[in-house]
């Protein structure tokens, strides 16, 4: 696919696409930003099942 050079999906265990970034214009900061929004999600999910 020649219009698509750069593009970082967060997919979930489920096949659903829980967070999308393009363009990529840095591929190493867009690397660290997806590890980010992992950690952000594991987070919630962690408090959500502590609360409970």
């Keep these: 696919m020649d219009r698509f050079k750069r593009l970082t999906l967060l997919v979930g265990p489920d096949a659903v696409v829980r967070a999308a970034q393009f363009p990529v214009t840095d ?26």
């Design 27 to 52: 591929p190493a900061g867009a690397m660290d930003e997806t590890l980010d929004i992992v950690r952000r999600r594991s987070d919630v999910s962690s408090s959500d099942l502590s609360s409970s």
